[in-house]
Structures are given as C-alpha cells and as structure tokens.
C-alpha cells in the first residue's frame, strides 16, 4: 500500500482517507513508531480540550515547547493539510514547506490543528538512524515559531504570560531571534532596556494591542522574553488580554 509523499500538501479529503485507510502508518514508521504522546505533554492538550482551545495552534505548539517534547501535528490550512514535526530540545521542525515562506505569502491565518501525535521522523543525529528524514526538511524551531506566532489565527496573549505582568526582553537571546524589521524591530530593541505591560506597548509607535499581543507570544516561545508580576509596570496593567478582548479568545 502506497504512503503519502510528504514533500507536499495534501488535500483534506486525501488525507482522511488515507488516514481511514491507514496509509499514514505506513508513511510514520508503523509498529516501530511511538503510539502514545508523553504523559506531561498529554495532559496539557486534554486540559486545553477541556477549554475548547485543542484547535489552537500557538497553544498547542506552546505545550509541546513548555514540556520539551517532540510531536507531529497535522494543521489544517484551508483545503489543505500541513504535516509539521516540533523537536524542542534540539531547536528543529520538520517540514515539507518553510514556515517563514509560508507567512511572507500570509498563509498562516487560518491555521487549525486537527491531530497531534508523536512525531513519525527522528531528529538529526539521533543515535538510531532508521526515521531520519532528508536533512533539508529540518529548519530551526525559532522560524516557525515566530512565524505562527506573529502570523497566525491567535491574536491575544498566550494565557501562560497574560495577567498584571510587565515583560521585558532577555537580551541573551535576542541575537537568535529571526530577523525583523520597522516597528517590530523598534519594539524589541525598547524592550531592552525597559519593562512595558502590554497596554504600554500597545501605544508605541507602529503598534496595537494584536500586533504588541502577538509579538510577546514570539518572544516567549523563542525564550527571550522575562514576564514579571512584581515590577511597579505590571500594576498598571488591565488583567492582561482580557482586559482588552474580554472573554474573547
């Protein structure tokens, strides 16, 4: 039986059938793969499907980065499906597409999960070699996460770093971030050298409360951002994302 070629996208119809027809098996190892995902990562997808947030990519994504724990989602991407492999401890995805392309040509707003599994390939260097993809399929974490972050369907603060908090960058890591440029660039490099809560952000020049939202959500999953619940800026806040949507998520 024939497996999908992951170099490409598929159609959502293909890829139920070939799912009900248990070609994707075959395609991600079969009996030699992982059945299960790990117990901490599991448990935090149920408690984000007992909210009705399991289709949210960036929440997803982040309780795979949280937990440091590798897993293959399949995202929903209009009539398509995107197969994308997370490897957090070694900093890498997998993926038939390039996730920065992908947001240059805005295709990332409609992003939904629809499954998440263990992941079907190995990451480079890992000592079994059998599962080791093309190496021109792994690309740096950062990437995708600054771009799902940044052009994806959420457009409020993730709910780990909402609240009366102040951020600040961690200027540490601010040479790993992927490159920005106009307001987005001004914004980081304030960061800096100041904490801000997200109202205070929202007003500087180029931003809004979505786009100051959806930059502190980049930074945090790409680990440069410190949220403090203790300096004289987190007073101020409005109670975080809520403040400003309500019980919009």
Not at 180 to 189: C, M, V, W
Request: one cysteine or more; a positive charge.
């Amino acid at each position: 039986m024939k497996a999908f070629d992951s170099s490409s996208l598929w159609r959502i119809s293909q890829f139920r059938k070939a799912r009900n027809e248990g070609r994707l098996d075959l395609e991600r190892g079969g009996d030699h793969r992982p059945t299960l995902l790990p117990t901490t990562l599991l448990a935090d997808l149920r408690r984000l499907q007992s909210e009705g947030a399991d289709g949210d990519v960036l929440e997803v994504i982040a309780a795979c980065v949280r937990n440091h724990e590798a897993a293959l989602l399949y995202l929903e991407q209009g009539e398509f499906v995107w197969p994308v492999t997370l490897f957090p401890r070694e900093g890498l995805y997998h993926s038939p597409r390039d996730a920065m392309v992908m947001a240059d040509s805005l295709a990332l707003s409609g992003l939904r999960l629809l499954i998440a599994e263990p992941p079907g390939v190995r990451p480079p260097g890992h000592p079994m070699h059998d599962r080791i993809a093309a190496h021109n399929k792994y690309r740096p974490l950062a990437g995708l996460l600054w771009a799902v972050a940044l052009h994806g369907p959420r457009p409020v603060v993730l709910s780990e770093i909402g609240g009366r908090v102040a951020y600040r960058l961690v200027s540490s890591h601010a040479k790993d971030l992927p490159p920005s440029k106009g307001a987005i660039n001004s914004t980081i490099l304030r960061l800096e050298r100041q904490s801000a809560s997200l109202g205070e952000i929202a007003r500087w020049p180029g931003m809004s409360v979505e786009r100051a939202s959806r930059l502190l959500n980049a930074l945090y999953l790409c680990g440069a951002l410190m949220v403090t619940r203790s300096h004289p800026a987190a007073r101020h806040a409005p109670g975080g994302w809520r403040g400003f949507f309500g019980k919009r998520r």
